[in-house]
């Protein structure tokens, strides 16, 4: 069965702190995404990453990095976290790069920040 | 660019009855159409897709959705709706200038009244 396992379902974490979110995917995908989903917002794009040590910006980067050292491993950092990033937070991989292939996603890890 | 609108942030219907949550998108190029479902404190579940050939697409769990090019749009149905379909539900979109990423609505809350 296709996994994607998030280290922790819930985090809460004080204002300043450094964050990171874990991913770990079974299935020798090539992409990963780390989503951020906010009510009414749907889910919007932090970062994606399709090949080991690469990295692409999504649509809200803004004060949040990302690391890839291992195909399997996909990590989202918030490097001084504020009370604006409380959130859900959902990682997902993807085969290749055809474009029939769909998202399996974590089950999510839910921020509060202090 | 690709966009997506979801039509009704909130749809209730009565069991029994027939479901129907609306998307439409915006893509200059042929797009790739997914619905997502997402129960309570879980990750993202593909539920289908679209990609190319028959327009009708069937899913799990009873849902289907058709694609129609001429109105941009690929609303989910499913005739007779169960207690268990209770859940947020996402369409999204990949297109050709957004080949790695998907992009989804905001989401529409199903509930079902007994």
């Known amino acids: 069965d296709v996994k994607v396992t998030q280290s922790s379902r819930y985090l809460v974490k004080r204002t300043g702190e450094k964050v990171f979110l874990e991913c770990v995917q079974d299935?020798?995908?090539?992409?990963m995404f780390w989503y951020r989903q906010d009510p009414g917002l749907g889910l919007r794009l932090i970062y994606f990453?399709?090949?080991?040590?690469?990295?692409e910006k999504g649509d809200i980067p803004e004060g949040y990095s990302v690391s890839r050292e291992k195909k399997e491993r996909f990590s989202l950092i918030l490097e001084s976290a504020s009370t604006n990033q409380t959130s859900m937070y959902l990682c997902?991989?993807?085969?290749?790069?055809?474009?029939?292939?769909?998202?399996?996603f974590g089950q999510g890890t839910r921020l509060t920040v202090v | 660019a690709q966009s997506v609108t979801q039509l009704g942030s909130h749809v209730s219907v009565s069991e029994g009855a027939l479901v129907l949550l609306r998307c439409n998108y915006s893509?200059?190029?042929?797009?790739?159409l997914f619905w997502y479902v997402q129960y309570p404190n879980q990750g993202l579940q593909l539920l289908l897709k679209?990609?190319?050939?028959?327009?009708l697409v069937k899913g799990i769990n009873g849902f289907e959705a058709e694609f129609k090019k001429s109105e941009t749009s690929f609303h989910l149905t499913k005739p007779s709706a169960h207690m268990s379909d209770a859940a947020e539900y996402f369409c999204?979109?990949?297109?050709?200038?957004?080949?790695?990423?998907?992009?989804f609505g905001s989401g529409t809350q199903l509930t079902v009244l007994p």
């Open positions: 997902a991989s993807r085969a290749g790069i055809f474009m029939n292939t769909e998202a399996f």
């Open positions: 299935m020798d995908h090539e992409n």
């Open positions: 990453s399709y090949d080991v040590k690469m990295k």
């Open positions: 893509s200059s190029v042929p797009p790739y």
């Open positions: 679209y990609t190319t050939g028959a327009t």
């Open positions: 999204a979109v990949r297109s050709s200038g957004s080949a790695r990423q998907l992009t």
